[in-house]
Protein backbone atom coordinates (compact mmCIF):
# COMPACT_ATOMS: atom_id res chain seq x y z
CA UNK A 1 0.00 0.00 0.00
CA UNK A 2 0.97 3.08 -1.08
CA UNK A 3 1.72 5.59 1.84
CA UNK A 4 -0.58 9.08 2.08
CA UNK A 5 1.08 12.48 1.20
CA UNK A 6 0.18 14.54 -1.28
CA UNK A 7 -1.72 17.07 0.88
CA UNK A 8 -1.97 19.70 -1.52
CA UNK A 9 -0.43 20.28 -4.99
CA UNK A 10 0.77 23.48 -6.99
CA UNK A 11 0.96 22.85 -10.72
CA UNK A 12 3.88 25.02 -12.73
CA UNK A 13 3.59 27.47 -15.06
CA UNK A 14 6.36 27.61 -18.02
CA UNK A 15 8.35 30.83 -18.00
CA UNK A 16 9.86 30.28 -14.34
CA UNK A 17 13.13 30.34 -14.43
CA UNK A 18 15.93 29.43 -11.27
CA UNK A 19 17.69 31.99 -10.27
CA UNK A 20 21.76 31.54 -10.81
CA UNK A 21 23.13 29.26 -13.17
CA UNK A 22 23.47 26.06 -12.06
CA UNK A 23 26.77 24.96 -13.73
CA UNK A 24 27.80 27.89 -11.65
CA UNK A 25 26.80 26.84 -8.25
CA UNK A 26 29.27 24.70 -5.55
CA UNK A 27 27.69 21.43 -5.56
CA UNK A 28 30.22 19.96 -3.13
CA UNK A 29 28.05 19.76 -0.33
CA UNK A 30 26.54 16.38 -2.26
CA UNK A 31 29.28 14.48 -1.52
CA UNK A 32 29.79 15.33 1.85
CA UNK A 33 26.86 14.14 3.19
CA UNK A 34 27.27 14.86 7.05
CA UNK A 35 27.22 18.75 5.97
CA UNK A 36 23.53 18.73 4.63
CA UNK A 37 20.49 19.62 7.58
CA UNK A 38 18.58 16.81 6.31
CA UNK A 39 19.77 13.72 6.28
CA UNK A 40 20.39 12.26 3.01
CA UNK A 41 17.13 11.12 1.17
CA UNK A 42 17.08 8.32 -1.71
CA UNK A 43 15.27 9.41 -4.82
CA UNK A 44 12.97 6.71 -7.18
CA UNK A 45 11.35 8.31 -10.69
CA UNK A 46 8.67 5.48 -12.30
CA UNK A 47 7.43 6.85 -15.53
CA UNK A 48 3.92 5.35 -15.01
CA UNK A 49 2.32 6.89 -18.51
CA UNK A 50 4.11 9.42 -21.05
CA UNK A 51 3.28 12.39 -18.76
CA UNK A 52 3.20 10.82 -15.59
CA UNK A 53 6.06 10.16 -13.19
CA UNK A 54 5.40 8.47 -9.65
CA UNK A 55 8.41 9.98 -7.34
CA UNK A 56 9.03 8.03 -4.39
CA UNK A 57 11.39 9.62 -1.54
CA UNK A 58 13.25 7.87 1.78
CA UNK A 59 14.74 10.33 4.30
CA UNK A 60 15.87 9.44 7.77
CA UNK A 61 13.07 11.18 10.45
CA UNK A 62 15.72 10.96 12.75
CA UNK A 63 16.87 14.75 12.78
CA UNK A 64 13.14 15.95 12.24
CA UNK A 65 11.71 18.71 14.23
CA UNK A 66 8.18 17.21 16.02
CA UNK A 67 5.96 19.44 17.36
CA UNK A 68 3.39 18.93 20.20
CA UNK A 69 -0.42 19.44 18.51
CA UNK A 70 -3.25 20.72 19.68
CA UNK A 71 -4.28 17.33 20.49
CA UNK A 72 -1.22 17.02 22.56
CA UNK A 73 0.11 14.63 19.98
CA UNK A 74 3.91 15.06 18.31
CA UNK A 75 4.00 15.98 14.96
CA UNK A 76 6.92 16.44 12.07
CA UNK A 77 6.27 17.78 8.61
CA UNK A 78 8.46 17.26 5.81
CA UNK A 79 7.99 19.64 2.88
CA UNK A 80 8.70 18.57 -0.77
CA UNK A 81 8.80 20.56 -3.89
CA UNK A 82 10.00 19.57 -6.90
CA UNK A 83 10.83 21.63 -9.66
CA UNK A 84 11.80 19.77 -13.20
CA UNK A 85 14.19 21.66 -16.29
CA UNK A 86 15.73 20.51 -19.21
CA UNK A 87 19.24 20.11 -17.66
CA UNK A 88 22.01 21.56 -15.29
CA UNK A 89 22.42 24.69 -18.55
CA UNK A 90 18.77 25.11 -19.43
CA UNK A 91 17.13 26.39 -15.95
CA UNK A 92 13.39 27.48 -16.96
CA UNK A 93 10.77 25.40 -15.24
CA UNK A 94 9.17 23.23 -16.93
CA UNK A 95 6.65 22.05 -14.34
CA UNK A 96 6.52 22.17 -10.31
CA UNK A 97 4.92 20.97 -7.08
CA UNK A 98 4.60 20.98 -3.95
CA UNK A 99 3.90 18.18 -1.68
CA UNK A 100 3.94 18.01 2.09
CA UNK A 101 3.75 14.82 4.69
CA UNK A 102 2.60 14.79 8.62
CA UNK A 103 5.17 12.13 10.69
CA UNK A 104 4.33 10.65 13.74
CA UNK A 105 6.28 10.11 16.74
CA UNK A 106 6.38 6.69 16.81
CA UNK A 107 7.88 6.86 13.17
CA UNK A 108 10.80 8.86 14.57
CA UNK A 109 14.40 7.50 13.57
CA UNK A 110 12.54 5.09 11.07
CA UNK A 111 13.03 5.41 7.11
CA UNK A 112 9.78 7.10 5.72
CA UNK A 113 8.83 7.26 2.13
CA UNK A 114 6.66 9.02 0.68
CA UNK A 115 5.05 8.45 -2.90
CA UNK A 116 2.98 10.83 -5.52
CA UNK A 117 2.31 11.28 -8.77
CA UNK A 118 3.54 14.65 -10.92
CA UNK A 119 1.82 15.60 -14.05
CA UNK A 120 4.67 16.41 -16.76
CA UNK A 121 4.43 18.62 -19.50
CA UNK A 122 6.85 17.74 -22.33
CA UNK A 123 9.08 14.33 -22.40
CA UNK A 124 12.33 14.42 -22.52
CA UNK A 125 15.55 13.48 -20.52
CA UNK A 126 15.60 15.97 -17.44
CA UNK A 127 16.54 17.36 -13.77
CA UNK A 128 14.20 17.15 -11.01
CA UNK A 129 15.51 19.66 -8.43
CA UNK A 130 13.73 18.42 -5.29
CA UNK A 131 13.91 20.74 -1.99
CA UNK A 132 13.24 19.27 0.93
CA UNK A 133 11.95 21.01 3.76
CA UNK A 134 11.64 20.70 7.81
CA UNK A 135 8.45 22.72 7.98
CA UNK A 136 8.30 23.02 11.67
CA UNK A 137 12.15 23.42 11.78
CA UNK A 138 12.37 26.07 8.75
CA UNK A 139 15.62 23.97 7.48
CA UNK A 140 15.71 23.31 3.58
CA UNK A 141 18.00 20.94 1.78
CA UNK A 142 18.34 20.83 -2.58
CA UNK A 143 18.66 17.44 -3.89
CA UNK A 144 19.55 17.06 -7.92
CA UNK A 145 18.19 14.03 -10.21
CA UNK A 146 18.01 13.17 -13.67
CA UNK A 147 15.63 10.97 -14.95
CA UNK A 148 14.47 9.85 -18.60
CA UNK A 149 10.49 11.01 -19.68
CA UNK A 150 11.10 9.35 -22.94
CA UNK A 151 11.58 6.23 -24.35
CA UNK A 152 9.34 3.03 -23.70
CA UNK A 153 12.44 0.68 -22.67
CA UNK A 154 14.42 3.75 -20.83
CA UNK A 155 15.37 2.67 -17.14
CA UNK A 156 13.24 4.46 -15.76
CA UNK A 157 10.21 2.62 -17.69
CA UNK A 158 10.83 0.69 -14.79
CA UNK A 159 10.01 -0.10 -11.38
CA UNK A 160 12.04 -2.33 -8.90
CA UNK A 161 11.35 -3.28 -5.67
CA UNK A 162 11.75 -6.13 -2.83
CA UNK A 163 8.86 -9.12 -2.43
CA UNK A 164 7.50 -6.38 0.48
CA UNK A 165 7.04 -4.05 -2.49
CA UNK A 166 9.40 -1.67 -1.18
CA UNK A 167 10.80 0.27 -4.10
CA UNK A 168 14.51 -0.01 -4.13
CA UNK A 169 16.38 3.50 -4.31
CA UNK A 170 19.67 2.07 -6.16
CA UNK A 171 20.87 0.22 -8.87
CA UNK A 172 23.19 -1.81 -7.06
CA UNK A 173 22.32 -5.61 -5.46
CA UNK A 174 23.89 -8.04 -3.73
CA UNK A 175 23.33 -12.06 -4.80
CA UNK A 176 20.72 -13.03 -1.79
CA UNK A 177 18.28 -10.55 -3.51
CA UNK A 178 14.86 -11.33 -4.85
CA UNK A 179 13.06 -8.62 -6.47
CA UNK A 180 10.07 -7.71 -8.39
CA UNK A 181 10.43 -5.83 -11.62
CA UNK A 182 7.31 -3.48 -12.63
CA UNK A 183 6.81 -2.13 -16.01
CA UNK A 184 4.85 1.19 -16.93
CA UNK A 185 2.70 -0.81 -18.93
CA UNK A 186 1.09 -3.73 -16.79
CA UNK A 187 0.40 -5.90 -19.63
CA UNK A 188 3.67 -6.30 -19.53
CA UNK A 189 5.60 -8.70 -16.99
CA UNK A 190 8.08 -10.66 -19.19
CA UNK A 191 11.33 -9.30 -20.10
CA UNK A 192 14.81 -10.14 -21.19
CA UNK A 193 17.55 -10.68 -19.33
CA UNK A 194 21.27 -10.47 -20.46
CA UNK A 195 23.82 -11.45 -17.89
CA UNK A 196 27.27 -10.06 -17.97
CA UNK A 197 30.18 -11.49 -15.84
CA UNK A 198 32.79 -8.74 -15.77
CA UNK A 199 36.44 -8.55 -13.78
CA UNK A 200 36.96 -4.55 -14.32
CA UNK A 201 40.73 -3.40 -13.61
CA UNK A 202 41.22 -0.79 -11.27
CA UNK A 203 41.57 2.72 -12.82
CA UNK A 204 45.21 4.37 -13.59
CA UNK A 205 46.58 7.11 -11.53
CA UNK A 206 45.32 10.25 -12.88
CA UNK A 207 48.64 11.39 -14.36
CA UNK A 208 48.66 8.21 -16.83
CA UNK A 209 46.70 7.28 -20.01
CA UNK A 210 42.91 6.45 -19.95
CA UNK A 211 43.72 2.50 -20.48
CA UNK A 212 39.53 2.30 -20.78
CA UNK A 213 38.89 -0.44 -23.65
CA UNK A 214 35.45 -1.13 -25.86
CA UNK A 215 32.72 -2.88 -23.96
CA UNK A 216 32.36 -6.49 -25.38
CA UNK A 217 28.48 -6.19 -25.47
CA UNK A 218 28.09 -10.11 -26.22
CA UNK A 219 25.97 -11.50 -22.80
CA UNK A 220 27.24 -14.38 -21.38
CA UNK A 221 23.57 -15.66 -20.93
CA UNK A 222 20.28 -14.21 -22.06
CA UNK A 223 17.13 -15.72 -19.88
CA UNK A 224 13.51 -14.69 -19.21
CA UNK A 225 12.08 -13.36 -16.22
CA UNK A 226 8.91 -12.74 -15.54
CA UNK A 227 8.25 -10.18 -13.05
CA UNK A 228 10.36 -12.19 -9.95
CA UNK A 229 14.20 -12.08 -10.61
CA UNK A 230 16.26 -13.98 -8.30
CA UNK A 231 20.14 -12.68 -8.76
CA UNK A 232 22.86 -15.65 -7.31
CA UNK A 233 25.95 -14.29 -8.92
CA UNK A 234 27.69 -11.29 -9.06
CA UNK A 235 27.65 -9.18 -11.81
CA UNK A 236 25.40 -7.49 -14.18
CA UNK A 237 21.55 -7.66 -15.06
CA UNK A 238 20.34 -5.79 -18.26
CA UNK A 239 16.79 -6.06 -18.47
CA UNK A 240 14.54 -4.89 -21.71
CA UNK A 241 10.67 -5.25 -23.19
CA UNK A 242 12.74 -4.62 -26.54
CA UNK A 243 15.94 -6.23 -27.54
CA UNK A 244 16.55 -4.33 -30.58
CA UNK A 245 17.70 -1.22 -28.78
CA UNK A 246 20.76 -1.19 -25.58
CA UNK A 247 17.68 0.49 -23.39
CA UNK A 248 16.70 -0.90 -20.49
CA UNK A 249 17.25 -1.34 -16.47
CA UNK A 250 20.33 -2.87 -15.32
CA UNK A 251 20.78 -4.32 -11.65
CA UNK A 252 24.53 -4.27 -10.77
CA UNK A 253 25.17 -7.24 -8.58
CA UNK A 254 28.06 -6.87 -5.74
CA UNK A 255 29.06 -9.32 -3.05
CA UNK A 256 27.24 -9.71 -0.41
CA UNK A 257 27.30 -6.47 2.53
CA UNK A 258 28.19 -3.73 -0.70
CA UNK A 259 28.47 -0.43 -0.53
CA UNK A 260 29.98 -1.12 3.05
CA UNK A 261 33.39 -2.97 3.70
CA UNK A 262 32.53 -6.25 5.41
CA UNK A 263 35.82 -8.70 4.72
CA UNK A 264 39.44 -8.58 4.83
CA UNK A 265 39.57 -8.72 0.97
CA UNK A 266 37.14 -5.77 0.64
CA UNK A 267 39.47 -3.80 3.16
CA UNK A 268 43.08 -5.41 0.93
CA UNK A 269 41.72 -4.20 -2.46
CA UNK A 270 41.31 -0.15 -2.20
CA UNK A 271 45.00 -0.56 -0.42
CA UNK A 272 46.34 -0.56 -4.28
CA UNK A 273 45.99 3.29 -4.36
CA UNK A 274 48.65 3.49 -2.09
CA UNK A 275 50.82 0.76 -1.87
CA UNK A 276 53.69 0.03 -4.25
CA UNK A 277 53.50 -3.61 -6.22
CA UNK A 278 55.28 -5.63 -4.20
CA UNK A 279 53.57 -4.03 -0.81
CA UNK A 280 50.45 -5.10 -2.52
CA UNK A 281 52.16 -8.70 -3.31
CA UNK A 282 52.90 -9.48 -0.41
CA UNK A 283 49.81 -8.61 1.08
CA UNK A 284 47.88 -10.20 -0.93
CA UNK A 285 49.79 -13.85 -0.47
CA UNK A 286 50.28 -13.20 3.60
CA UNK A 287 49.17 -15.99 5.40
CA UNK A 288 46.74 -14.09 7.33
CA UNK A 289 45.41 -11.54 5.27
CA UNK A 290 43.66 -9.38 8.69
CA UNK A 291 47.46 -9.64 10.38
CA UNK A 292 48.89 -8.25 7.38
CA UNK A 293 46.42 -5.60 6.72
CA UNK A 294 46.68 -4.78 10.10
CA UNK A 295 50.54 -4.29 10.27
CA UNK A 296 50.60 -2.28 6.88
CA UNK A 297 48.38 0.30 8.80
CA UNK A 298 49.83 0.07 12.02
CA UNK A 299 53.42 0.60 10.23
CA UNK A 300 51.90 3.84 8.45
CA UNK A 301 51.20 5.10 12.11
CA UNK A 302 54.38 4.15 13.61
CA UNK A 303 53.14 1.87 15.55
CA UNK A 304 50.17 3.95 17.24
CA UNK A 305 47.15 2.04 17.64
CA UNK A 306 44.89 4.71 18.39
CA UNK A 307 46.17 7.13 15.16
CA UNK A 308 46.13 3.31 12.92
CA UNK A 309 42.33 3.27 14.22
CA UNK A 310 41.65 6.66 12.89
CA UNK A 311 43.55 6.22 9.49
CA UNK A 312 41.27 2.60 8.87
CA UNK A 313 38.38 4.29 9.36
CA UNK A 314 38.94 7.50 7.45
CA UNK A 315 40.06 5.69 4.03
CA UNK A 316 37.77 2.79 4.70
CA UNK A 317 34.77 5.28 5.27
CA UNK A 318 35.66 7.08 1.95
CA UNK A 319 35.42 3.99 0.36
CA UNK A 320 32.37 3.16 1.41
CA UNK A 321 30.78 6.74 0.87
CA UNK A 322 32.47 6.08 -3.03
CA UNK A 323 30.33 2.84 -3.12
CA UNK A 324 27.05 4.64 -2.76
CA UNK A 325 27.89 7.86 -4.67
CA UNK A 326 29.94 6.19 -7.74
CA UNK A 327 28.36 3.01 -7.98
CA UNK A 328 27.64 2.19 -11.95
CA UNK A 329 28.72 -0.65 -14.31
CA UNK A 330 31.89 -1.30 -11.42
CA UNK A 331 31.89 -0.85 -7.69
CA UNK A 332 31.95 2.90 -6.29
CA UNK A 333 35.62 2.80 -5.38
CA UNK A 334 36.94 1.48 -8.88
CA UNK A 335 35.97 4.21 -10.95
CA UNK A 336 37.97 7.41 -11.40
CA UNK A 337 35.91 9.86 -8.94
CA UNK A 338 36.14 6.62 -6.46
CA UNK A 339 40.07 6.80 -6.78
CA UNK A 340 39.96 10.71 -6.72
CA UNK A 341 37.24 10.54 -3.81
CA UNK A 342 39.48 8.45 -1.67
CA UNK A 343 42.93 9.54 -2.13
CA UNK A 344 42.43 13.12 -2.15
CA UNK A 345 39.08 13.68 0.11
CA UNK A 346 35.97 15.45 -1.07
CA UNK A 347 36.72 18.26 -3.02
CA UNK A 348 36.26 21.60 -2.19
CA UNK A 349 34.44 22.92 -5.47
CA UNK A 350 32.34 20.90 -7.62
CA UNK A 351 30.35 22.31 -10.71
CA UNK A 352 28.48 19.68 -12.45
CA UNK A 353 26.87 19.82 -16.26
CA UNK A 354 24.98 17.35 -18.03
CA UNK A 355 27.93 15.43 -19.56
CA UNK A 356 30.55 16.21 -16.92
CA UNK A 357 31.67 17.41 -13.26
CA UNK A 358 34.60 19.69 -12.38
CA UNK A 359 36.05 19.22 -9.02
CA UNK A 360 37.94 21.77 -7.46
CA UNK A 361 40.79 21.07 -4.44
CA UNK A 362 42.29 24.17 -2.62
CA UNK A 363 41.10 28.02 -3.56
CA UNK A 364 39.18 28.49 -7.00
CA UNK A 365 41.26 30.46 -9.40
CA UNK A 366 44.64 30.14 -7.28
CA UNK A 367 47.75 28.76 -8.52
CA UNK A 368 47.85 26.04 -6.58
CA UNK A 369 44.49 24.85 -7.14
CA UNK A 370 44.05 21.19 -8.24
CA UNK A 371 41.16 20.77 -11.00
CA UNK A 372 39.76 17.68 -12.48
CA UNK A 373 37.15 17.17 -15.37
CA UNK A 374 35.25 14.23 -15.23
CA UNK A 375 32.97 13.64 -18.30
CA UNK A 376 30.29 11.33 -18.42
CA UNK A 377 29.87 8.36 -20.41
CA UNK A 378 27.66 7.07 -22.61
CA UNK A 379 27.39 3.97 -21.21
CA UNK A 380 23.43 1.75 -22.04
CA UNK A 381 23.99 0.33 -18.35
CA UNK A 382 24.39 3.57 -16.08
CA UNK A 383 24.07 7.00 -16.22
CA UNK A 384 26.85 7.10 -13.47
CA UNK A 385 29.70 5.74 -15.33
CA UNK A 386 32.27 9.13 -15.53
CA UNK A 387 35.78 9.23 -16.96
CA UNK A 388 38.49 11.69 -15.51
CA UNK A 389 40.35 13.37 -18.05
CA UNK A 390 44.00 12.72 -17.51
CA UNK A 391 46.96 14.60 -17.39
CA UNK A 392 51.00 14.92 -16.82
CA UNK A 393 50.49 17.86 -14.39
CA UNK A 394 48.52 15.53 -11.82
CA UNK A 395 51.52 13.64 -11.08
CA UNK A 396 52.75 15.55 -8.22
CA UNK A 397 49.64 16.28 -6.38
CA UNK A 398 48.84 12.36 -6.31
CA UNK A 399 52.09 11.60 -5.16
CA UNK A 400 51.96 14.17 -2.68
CA UNK A 401 48.79 12.85 -1.55
CA UNK A 402 49.73 9.16 -1.52
CA UNK A 403 52.62 10.08 0.82
CA UNK A 404 50.54 11.84 3.25
CA UNK A 405 48.87 8.41 3.30
CA UNK A 406 52.10 6.33 3.56
CA UNK A 407 53.55 8.96 6.60
CA UNK A 408 50.37 8.10 8.82
CA UNK A 409 48.39 11.39 7.74
CA UNK A 410 45.01 11.00 5.69
CA UNK A 411 44.90 13.56 3.16
CA UNK A 412 42.19 16.13 3.60
CA UNK A 413 41.79 14.92 7.34
CA UNK A 414 39.04 17.34 7.88
CA UNK A 415 36.39 15.55 5.86
Not at 70 to 87: K, T, W, Y
Not at 144 to 155: E, N, T, V
Not at 284 to 313: F, M, P, V
Request: net charge neutral.
Amino acid sequence: MRPIVALFFIAASFSCVIPHDLNTRNMAAFYRPDEKAVSPPDFSFWMIADSIVRISVRVNTEHLLFTRQVDNSFLAELGVHIDIMASYEETAIIDSATYRTPIRMEERGSYKTTTFDMPLRMPGDLLARITLTDNFKGSSEDYYQRFQAIGKDSRNAFRVADLLDEVLFHDYVTPSDTLRISYRDKTVDDFSCYYFLRNFPLPPPPFSYDTRTSFDYRADSVFSVSGIISLKKVGFYHLQTDSSGRDGCTLFCFPDGYPQVKTTQQMLEPLRYLTTRSEYAALDTALSLRRAIDSYWLERANGNEERARLLIRKYYGRVQLANRLFSSYTEGWKTDRGMIYIVFGPPNVIYRYSNSETWIYGTENSPTALNLLFVRVDNPFTPNDYSLTRSPVYEPHWYRAVDFWRQGRAYNSMY
